[in-house]
């Protein structure tokens, strides 16, 4: 098995060209300045002196953004409201029965959601995950940095 490494300012500029996403959202979303933010993209691939100028928080969350961005749209809508809701068990100690109260759903829809979400109506799937979604960030902007 290969395994090859993503070039992240390359990915970053495919998506600004293909009008994915400006260089003024990723300044405001990385808070990175964007002459600053223009220089990380323009890094080589692997070990860079010039890398020195950011900080490892920097390269880690442009790399973040980098990898969901290219990548994120091949998750299944499925497959992503239930990592929601086991990185919501598993991460932040949240029950079954807290997340069902905390999105207004009943306990047994969320464990049936989650044996097989292809059979939960539509309906429930929708509202289910705009609010897991929204406690799931609810969560994430509590927690420490190191946490997020």
């Not at 090859?4 to 970053?12: I, K, R, S």
């Not at 260089?23 to 808070?31: D, F, K, P, V, Y």
């Not at 100028?53 to 299944?76: C, H, K, M, N, Y």
């Not at 990185?87 to 306990?107: G, K, M, P, Y």
Request: net charge negative; with cysteine.
């Amino acid at each position: 098995m290969t395994v090859q490494a993503m070039d992240v300012g390359h990915e970053l500029r495919r998506l600004v060209a293909d009008g994915c996403i400006s260089m003024g959202a990723l300044a405001a979303i990385t808070g990175i300045a964007p002459g600053r933010l223009q220089r990380l993209l323009d890094l080589q691939p692997g070990l860079s002196t010039a890398a020195s100028e950011f900080s490892e928080d920097e390269i880690r969350r442009v790399s973040t953004l980098a990898g969901q961005l290219t990548w994120g749209a091949e998750i299944g809508d499925y497959e992503r409201l239930r990592a929601i809701i086991e990185t919501l068990s598993a991460q932040f100690e949240l029950s079954h029965e807290n997340i069902a109260l905390l999105t207004r759903t009943s306990v047994e829809d969320v464990q049936s959601f989650l044996a097989d979400p292809a059979t939960a109506p539509w309906e429930f799937t929708f509202h289910f995950a705009v609010r897991a979604y929204y406690l799931f960030h609810a969560v994430l902007n509590a927690a420490p940095d190191g946490e997020r």
